[in-house]
C-alpha cells in the first residue's frame, strides 16, 4: 500500500476545493433557471392554445350567425324584400367567416404540437387535459393572475438564479486568486509505503513485513515570472466576473421593471376589453332587431356583428396577454414572487 499526502500549508487545495464549490452552486442556478425557463415557455403555450380555442369558439359562432343571416337573407330575397346584392354581401360575410374559421383552426393546431413539443405529452393526453379543465364558456377563459400591488421588494434580487450563478461564479474567481497565490509558494509532501511478502516451502511459511515514511518539499526556484502573471490573470478574471455580477444585476432589474410596466398596461387592456364586449354586444342586439324589423340594411347589421367579433376576440387576447404577463414577471424575479410580500397602498416600483 503506497500513500501519499500534501499538507496544505498555504490553503492552496482549501481554495480549490472552495472554488469547485462556488462553481458547482454556480451550475445548480444555471439548471434552476433553465427549468423555469422551459416551465414559463409550457405555460404560456398552454395559455395561447387556450385563447386561440376561445377565439376558435368565437369564430364558430360568428360563422353561424352569419349562416342563418345568410338563409334569412336568402328568404327575404325570394319575396322581393331584399336586394340581390344584399344576398351577395351575406354570402360573403358567411365564406369570410368560414375562412377565419379555418385559420384559426389551423392556428391551434400549430400551437397544439408546439406545446407537444415543449411537454413531451401526446396529443390525445393533451386534449384530455384541455377538456378536463376548459372553462371556454366561462366569462373569463383564461387563468386570472393574483390581485396584488404593482411593486416588488429589491430584496428579491439575490433569490434570482441568473444573480446567484453571476454571484457563485464572482466567489469561485475569487477563490482562485487564493489558490494562485499559494501556488507560488513550495508545496509539502508526505509519503509512506506499507508492503507485506509470504514465502512457503517445504511446508513452512516466512513472512516479513516493511514500512517507510518520508517527506518532500517542491518548490520552483526560478519560473520566469509565470506563478506572478497566474494572479495576476486569476485577478483579471475575478475582475471581469464581478462585472459580470454587476450586469446580471443590472439586466434582471430591467427585466422585472420591463415586467411590471406591461402587467400593468395588460390589467388596463383587460377591463377595457371587458367593457368593449359589454357595449358591442348590445349594438349588435339592437341592430339585429333593426334588421328584422326592416330599419336597418344588411350593411349595417354585419358592421355591427363584424365590431362584437373583434370585440370578442380583442377580450380574448386581452385575457391571454394579462396571463402571459404575469408568468413573465414570476419568470423575471427568478420564481421567487410571493404575492404575500408585495406591500399595499401606494404603488412604488423596484
Not at 45 to 62: G, I, M, P
Not at 146 to 161: M, Q, Y
Not at 165 to 170: D, E, K, N, T
Not at 192 to 203: C, D, E, F, V
Request: net charge positive; aromatic share 4%; charged share 20%.
Amino acid at each position: 500500500m503506497n500513500l501519499s499526502w500534501e499538507i496544505d500549508l498555504f490553503g492552496r487545495l482549501r481554495h480549490n476545493a472552495a472554488a469547485a464549490n462556488q462553481r458547482l452552486a454556480a451550475r445548480e442556478s444555471d439548471a434552476e433557471n433553465a427549468r423555469l425557463t422551459l416551465v414559463a415557455q409550457v405555460v404560456d403555450s398552454a395559455f395561447a392554445l387556450r385563447a386561440c380555442n376561445a377565439k376558435l369558439t368565437a369564430r364558430k359562432e360568428d360563422a353561424r350567425s352569419r349562416q342563418e343571416t345568410l338563409r334569412l337573407t336568402a328568404l327575404r330575397e325570394t319575396v322581393g324584400q331584399v336586394a340581390p346584392i344584399d344576398a351577395a354581401r351575406a354570402k360573403s360575410a358567411a365564406v369570410d367567416s368560414e375562412t377565419q374559421v379555418a385559420n384559426a383552426d389551423a392556428q391551434c393546431v400549430q400551437l397544439k404540437n408546439a406545446l407537444v413539443t415543449l411537454s413531451g405529452w401526446s396529443i390525445a393526453r393533451l386534449d384530455a387535459v384541455f377538456a378536463a379543465n376548459s372553462r371556454i364558456g366561462n366569462a373569463r377563459r383564461l387563468a386570472a393572475p393574483p390581485n396584488g400591488e404593482l411593486a416588488v421588494p429589491a430584496a428579491i434580487l439575490p433569490l434570482h438564479p441568473n444573480v446567484r450563478a453571476a454571484l457563485r461564479s464572482a466567489d469561485a474567481a475569487f477563490e482562485d486568486i487564493g489558490s494562485a497565490e499559494a501556488a507560488r509558494y513550495p508545496s509539502l509532501n508526505l509519503s509512506a509505503l506499507l508492503s507485506q511478502s509470504w514465502i512457503r516451502a517445504l511446508g513452512r511459511t516466512t513472512n516479513s513485513d516493511s514500512w517507510s515514511l518520508g517527506g518532500s518539499l517542491t518548490g520552483s526556484l526560478f519560473d520566469g515570472g509565470a506563478a506572478n502573471a497566474n494572479v495576476h490573470a486569476t485577478r483579471a478574471r475575478y475582475a471581469q466576473a464581478v462585472a459580470q455580477l454587476e450586469s446580471t444585476l443590472r439586466s434582471t432589474t430591467q427585466d422585472i421593471e420591463n415586467a411590471l410596466v406591461t402587467l400593468a398596461n395588460a390589467e388596463a387592456r383587460d377591463q377595457l376589453s371587458k367593457d368593449a364586449v359589454t357595449a358591442a354586444k348590445q349594438l349588435l342586439v339592437g341592430s339585429e332587431a333593426s334588421y328584422r324589423a326592416g330599419r336597418m340594411s344588411l350593411f349595417e347589421l354585419e358592421d355591427a356583428r363584424r365590431s362584437y367579433n373583434n370585440a370578442i376576440v380583442s377580450r380574448i387576447d386581452a385575457e391571454r396577454d394579462l396571463a402571459q404577463n404575469w408568468v413573465a414577471l414570476v419568470k423575471a424575479t427568478g420564481n421567487a414572487l410571493d404575492i404575500k410580500t408585495l406591500p399595499s397602498g401606494t404603488r412604488r416600483s423596484l
